[in-house]
């Protein structure tokens, strides 16, 4: 199983970046899939999730309304994306991509409880 993130860099404060992940090496579609992100000396935190089928959405508080997940599920994978809008420099951080399961039915905002992990995109937002 490979987590791979990417798609991060550097944006200007109100900008707007997508970054994305493939989860593959086995069937994911009766997986939650998460983002997280740190930042230097924070802990890891929830950022979305997504269900399987159907794919409701949940976010951390501070992105409500600015970020949006979404996935699509092929055979022996998944892609996972996060929109990511309004960007303030209290986004910064390293993403990680993860996934729980199989048959979890609400992401949990617990790093602890996920599977699997991706190595994570770098995102700087500058003021």
């Known amino acids: 199983v490979q987590l791979q993130a990417s798609g991060g860099g550097l944006v200007q404060a109100g900008g707007s970046l997508r970054i994305s992940c493939v989860a593959s090496g086995r069937p994911f579609g009766t997986w939650v899939m998460a983002w997280f992100r740190q930042a230097p000396g924070k802990e890891r935190e929830f950022v979305a999730g997504?269900?399987?089928?159907?794919?409701?959405?949940?976010?951390g508080d501070s992105v409500k309304g600015r970020f949006s997940i979404s996935r699509d599920d092929a055979r022996n994978s998944v892609y996972v994306y996060l929109q990511m809008n309004s960007l303030n420099p209290e986004d910064s951080g390293i993403y990680y991509c993860?996934?729980?399961?199989?048959?979890?039915?609400?992401?949990?905002?617990?790093?602890?409880?996920?599977?699997?992990w991706g190595q994570g995109t770098l995102v700087t937002v500058s003021s």
């Open positions: 997504i269900r399987f089928s159907g794919g409701t959405t949940y976010y």
């Open positions: 993860a996934a729980d399961g199989p048959g979890i039915v609400i992401p949990s905002r617990l790093p602890s409880e996920y599977v699997y």
